[in-house]
């Protein structure tokens, strides 16, 4: 496959970005769309240029660490699926891909592709966690919890904190990601205790980071690469307002 | 084999790809807990203003449209039901007292709902000061992308709406004259441009209510596990848009003279 990249460089927090074109030739569709980046890096680097930054670890959509708006959006249009997954074969030969770093105020530009996502860390500081004696496990029957609670909880703690939902959201909302934290622990025993003070805690954070409010476009569940549901946002909703 | 290596002098790097860059660190970011308004200054608490005061406009829009269809029931039905609100609990309140406290509180309800539109409107515009040179919508469904400019559509529809059929300032009876025949003249087939507006701002009303029902319920934390409130919100707009567009229709096509 032959590819024309349109891609943001931008050399640092401060720097003025744009848009750079670039031609990918021989890419194979079984690599990934990183791994096709990786090829244009490998290129870049012979040629004594900078390569594109963009951030990555496991590359097996479980880490949540890479993400990039292609063709508009978040993670590609492929549903469900992170960038380090999407596979070449999803675009025609000689296609144009215009590839983007996640556009939000509290996400500011490290470089090129890579944005500071440290927006969510102080989210999750905020009350993301649960205040137990940490001991050795415990049994894992000697707290019932109903299969419906525990299947809902662990669909919301499948959010691997990529930060898709607020890249894709007009607003620029963090509320899927907040809500998918607030909803994984008040669904639990374990989370009852701090309930109000975290979802109060948490969405309060979010505000203070600037982002935007939730207009429930549900742009944000359908580029969401765990398919986390709007669900969880009522159930934030519903916590913070018994919260206040 | 890592020993075999290091004596051959091969070095083995991990090669981690993404060049990165030092990160600052950015000037902590706190809440202001026990402020004032702390609830009402923050973005759930305003969705929860548009929520309720969305709620107050639906109640009333349904009330009104079955107001609307007593022109079926002929003119005088109107006009007394007209009459009715006006005097309504009348020897214990003054003439209007009733009907003036509704829209005292209609009137606060869009204020407060269009002071939390704007005020989420100007808070998504600063959380994104870059926009995507290319952005495609993923989310099914146009609605929930006109609410902004529907909702000023329907504010302008509103303002005329109130000239013509309230005030009577643009209608051809004006305003000392009984209701049904403001309604009757103002819909009248030589002024089809008024239906006309009245059929576009009427199905925008509809629109923002499909998204704006639902939405409602969402933010008040109701939605987590009615499936069906989409749907449900969908048929209230329909039969409201369907409610409000039968009278002036059976007007400018003469059904009711
Ligand atoms: S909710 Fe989905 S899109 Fe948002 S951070 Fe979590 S996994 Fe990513
Ligand atoms: S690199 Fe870990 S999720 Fe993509």
């Known amino acids: 496959m032959n590819l024309t990249l349109r891609v943001w460089r931008q050399s640092g927090p401060s720097a003025p970005g744009k848009m750079v074109t670039y031609r990918v030739e021989e890419v194979s569709p079984d690599m990934s769309f990183l791994e096709m980046l990786d090829v244009l890096n490998e290129r870049l680097i012979l040629s004594g240029d900078d390569p594109v930054a963009f951030d990555h670890d496991c590359r097996e959509g479980i880490c949540g660490m890479c993400g990039m708006v292609i063709n508009g959006v978040a993670h590609g249009e492929q549903r469900a699926t992170t960038t380090c997954q999407l596979h070449m074969r999803h675009f025609e030969d000689g296609a144009t891909i215009t590839i983007e770093p996640w556009r939000a105020a509290p996400f500011p530009v490290v470089k090129d592709l890579v944005v500071d996502r440290s927006a969510f860390d102080r989210i999750i500081q905020a009350g993301g966690f649960v205040s137990v004696p940490a001991g050795s496990a415990p049994d894992a029957h000697s707290i019932p919890v109903r299969k419906e609670d525990a299947d809902d909880a662990f669909d919301a703690a499948t959010c691997i904190g990529c930060g898709a939902c607020v890249a894709a959201c007009p607003n620029g909302s963090a509320s899927l990601f907040t809500a998918a934290k607030i909803t994984h622990l008040s669904l639990l025993p374990q989370g009852q205790p701090e309930r109000l003070t975290r979802a109060k805690a948490m969405v309060d954070q979010m505000d203070a980071e600037g982002f935007g409010g939730c207009t429930n476009t549900g742009e944000c569940t359908a580029v969401c690469p765990k398919g986390i549901p709007l669900d969880t946002i009522a159930q934030m909703n519903s916590d913070y307002l018994k919260a206040n | ?257």
């Open chain 2, 1 to 257: 084999m890592a020993g075999y290596l290091a004596s051959e002098g091969v070095t083995a790097t991990i090669e981690r790809g993404a060049a990165t860059a030092p990160v600052s660190k950015p000037a902590s970011k706190k809440p202001t807990p026990g402020k004032r308004g702390g609830f009402l200054r923050s973005s759930n608490g305003k969705k929860v203003i548009m929520a309720v005061t969305g709620a107050v406009m639906v109640l009333f829009l349904v009330l009104h449209m079955l107001g609307n269809l007593k022109i079926f029931l002929g003119r005088d039905s109107f006009n007394e039901y007209a009459e009715a609100l006006r005097t309504l609990l009348e020897p214990i309140a003054p003439y209007r007292t009733v009907l003036t406290i509704l829209e005292v509180g209609l009137v606060v309800s869009v204020v407060l709902h269009m002071w939390a539109a704007i005020s989420l409107a100007r808070r998504a515009r600063h959380a994104r000061p870059v926009k995507y040179v290319a952005k495609k919508s993923q989310a099914q469904g146009y609605t929930t992308h006109i609410m902004r400019w529907g909702g000023v559509t329907i504010l302008l529809f509103v303002i005329w709406h109130l000239l013509d059929l309230t005030f009577g300032v643009v209608n051809p009876k004006g305003y000392d004259s009984a209701p049904a025949d403001r309604m009757i003249a103002g819909f009248d087939l030589s002024r089809w441009w008024v239906t006309l507006f009245y059929i576009v701002a009427v199905a925008m009303v509809g629109l923002h209510l499909r998204h704006g029902i639902w939405s409602m319920f969402q933010t008040l934390g109701w939605a987590t596990r009615v499936k069906a409130l989409r749907p449900l919100a969908a048929l209230v707009s329909a039969v409201l848009v369907i409610g409000f567009l039968a009278p002036p229709l059976a007007v400018t096509f003469g059904v009711i003279k």
